[in-house]
């Protein structure tokens, strides 16, 4: 075996290395995250349609659909994460026909990092939208009586939360374009 192909080998089962590790901490991260924005945000879209309930508000309902988009491209990063185990195991195969072309590589790693700036695009809208809700909810005129409250007016701790789900859906796709970003690097040294 020459020196070149064992600098080879070792930077291949480098990389290989760097790819499954990635890809788990990534998968990990975005799976977390994305389980438990899912679930808020179904609570939400649950409890927010009850008669009278203060979360009950047309302008949320742009928010709500784009946040559950970068839920569903979410999915995708997931996916995606999960499949650069894949490429490392397969990188670590003593049969050299297992392993992907650099090529190919490059462009899951591409796609990866388009799905997740897609997504993260997709989650800031909406969050957009559902925060301008809420403040408008929050600093429109109230009649000033005593008697008289508006619930509609009332910020509920479940608009707090559908904020929260958006921040989170927001970091996972954040931790998938680091992964990417990071093994783009390694890949193209």
Known sequence: MS???QSSSSRRRAIAQAFRLTGWISFWIQLVLGVV??????LFAVFSQRPGSPSNNPGNGLGVFLAVCGLVTLGGGIYLAFRYT???????????SNHPGKLETVQILRLGLMVNLVG?????LGAQAIVGTLV?????P?????QLFDPNRIISGLDMLVVQANTNTVSAHFA?????IWLLNRVTR
Not at 120 to 124: G, I, P, R, V
């Open 37 to 42: 924005s899912a679930i808020i945000v179904l």
């Open 176 to 180: 998938g374009l680091v992964g990417s």
């Open 3 to 5: 020196v070149d192909s």
């Open 86 to 96: 894949r490429i490392g195991r397969q990188l670590l195969s003593s049969n050299p």
């Open 142 to 146: 109230q009649a000033i009586t005593t």
């Open 120 to 124: 993260m695009l997709l989650t800031l």
């Open 136 to 140: 408008a909810r929050s600093i429109s």
